[in-house]
């Protein structure tokens, strides 16, 4: 027990020694928590857009005028010449493309179906679909008032009529994306420390040959491992805490759920990682290797956690993949308790599968380690 | 085997691969012994220490080390012996009364002997104005030293020295020996490997090894008298030249 004791202390002695350490704790989180918080943005707003009204009447101005209101859409300009229309979107000049068309206001009065033709800029095609939902929100509210004021209709109908849909995103009312992406990014940063910190502070010291003391003295290898995962941990969750501050103070989020259950579930997480960084000490001889061979699996798992492509989005076999990647569950662990504040209980399926592979991983990790120091 | 010896080797070898580094080597160490492993790099010298510290398994034969077997007891093994690798390997970051409190700490001693070994090294070391600074910040030869001294904080019988004196100047290098004769005054035994032949003259045994296998042992008076030479550095030179 005793020997734990020092080797903790000297762990953190030498963390501690010199700035750069308290400055990467510090201030990766700062610069990651700002920047991509800001930058990886899925929120579509001022949508250009090129309107050419062939009816010009008082129905297609009312029309158009929805989108004049609207802050997710930016008019910049009417075009008569239909040819000329594809012209905007090729030069990026306007992303979309409304043409109404002649005998707008005709089709709809005479009850007849009225058309509107869209184009689309498909390039990226998450913000088209995210467009042609607004636009069709806008269009089901035109549609809404022309029957309410239309005189004919009898009550009854009006009111059978108004079943509609009205998407209300109950945990990110303005569908945000900050809220969303940033308890991704605290999952992130967790990962990168831990794991880069522990696979290269092994291998460190099997490079300058001190692993190689410590293994001629009576420790035993269990008491290694404890004496570098007890201050990784306890770096880590600091690292969580000091993300949570500046997450609070730039983009004033805090944490709706419980702030134990939070560490709880952040502390299985970094079994996984302190197993993963373990294991790559173990297949790496130089400090650069387990810098690249980090890099390598840090990578893998943020691509198959669902942080930047949808799980959905991706080929069946991939998605089983990633049902083994810790992270996966963590970003919905984490996002569940910062925007909904969502119970334990309700957490359990993640909070399973992420520990099964976390203990796995670190079981397996600490085995190998124990294995190659014979 | 026998127990009496504080090193006994028999048909030790270890492979790597289809290389031999260290090849059927059998011999013997008495305790309170300075041992010398002579040889040219590549020789083995480092893979056979490795083995006799439990740091390394042995492809084939056997070796007991202050009585207890390398193949089955490494763990009691460890409690008696100390080692010195041929890399410096103290902690640079920590200061030199750090590492002596973390390696005191590791060998289980207790708080006031850690702190009574730690004053007690450091004053033997000359290192007072020293005691917290940062280890790198120390000469070659000091580091050399402390680490040295580091290694004999469990008070182990014997202690293997894997070039202790690697690229350090003469002066120091007669200073190390000037302690590793008071080591062995006290009854430790040392084994210890150098390139250098002038150091082989202080051994009372010395062994030379060559392509992994012991080619010769003895004492440096009896192997001078068999070769017909002054200095060890003729004796080797005539050896090597031979195989
Ligand atoms: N882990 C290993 N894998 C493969 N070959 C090895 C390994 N360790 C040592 N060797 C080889 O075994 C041979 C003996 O190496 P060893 O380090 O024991 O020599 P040495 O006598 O200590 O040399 P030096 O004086 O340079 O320290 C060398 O040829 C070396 O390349
Ligand atoms: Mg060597």
Known sequence: ?374 | MQTDKAVSVSKLSRHFGKFIAVDEISFEVDKGEIFGFLGANGAGKTTAIKMLCGLLKPTSGEATVAGFSINSDTSKIKKNIGYMSQKFSLYDDLTVKENIEFYGGIYGLSREKISDKTDQLISELNLDKMKNSLTRSLPLGWKQRLALSTSLLHDPSIIFLDEPTGGVDPISRRNFWRIIYEIASRGKTVFVTTHYMDEAEYCNRVSIMHKGKIIELGTPTGLKQKYNKTTMQDIFISIIGQN
């Open chain 1, 1 to 374: 027990m005793r020997q734990i004791f020092y080797l903790v202390q000297k762990e953190f002695r030498q963390i501690f020694r010199d700035f750069s350490m308290v400055r990467i704790l510090f201030v990766v989180p700062l610069i990651q928590i700002f920047i991509l918080g800001n930058a990886i943005t899925t929120d579509v707003k001022n949508i250009k857009i090129v309107f050419q009204d062939q009816d010009k009447t008082p129905y297609s101005r009312e029309f158009i005028s929805r989108f004049v209101h609207s802050e997710y859409f930016k008019i910049i300009g009417f075009e008569e010449n239909y040819n000329r229309l594809s012209s905007y979107l090729d030069s990026g000049k306007a992303s979309l493309a409304i043409v109404i068309p002649r005998h707008f206001q005709r089709d709809i009065v005479l009850k007849d179906k009225p058309d509107i033709q869209l184009l689309v800029d498909g390039v990226d095609g998450n913000s088209a679909g995210v467009s042609l939902g607004y636009i069709t929100d806008i269009v089901q509210k035109y549609q809404e008032r022309l029957i309410e004021s239309s005189p004919d209709l009898s009550l009854q109908v009006k009111n059978v009529r108004r079943v509609e849909t009205e998407p209300r995103f109950w945990f990110n009312p303005n569908l945000e994306s900050k809220l969303y992406i940033v308890p991704g990014i605290i999952a992130l940063i967790l990962l990168i420390i831990t794991l880069f910190l522990t696979s290269m502070g092994i291998v460190r010291e099997k490079e300058i040959g001190t692993l190689e003391q410590l293994m001629v003295t009576p420790i035993r290898s269990y008491q290694l491992v404890i004496g570098k995962i007890i201050p990784f941990s306890i770096l880590g969750m600091l690292e969580i805490m000091i993300s949570m501050g500046f997450v609070y103070l730039i983009f004033g989020i805090g944490v709706k759920g419980s702030l134990p259950l939070l560490l709880f579930e952040s502390s299985l997480f970094i079994i996984s990682t302190l197993g993963l960084g373990i294991f790559i000490s173990t297949i790496s001889d130089t400090q650069q290797q387990a810098l690249f061979i980090a890099w390598f699996f840090m990578i893998f798992s943020i691509l198959l956690s669902g942080f930047f492509i949808p799980i959905a989005n991706m080929p069946p076999v991939i998605q089983h993949i990633t049902r083994l990647n810790p992270l996966r569950y963590y970003i919905v662990i984490l996002r569940e308790i910062y925007l909904k504040g969502t119970s334990f209980k309700d957490l359990i399926p993640e909070t399973l599968a992420m520990a099964t592979f976390g203990l796995c991983l670190f079981f397996a990790a600490v085995m190998r380690f124990r294995k190659k120091l014979g």
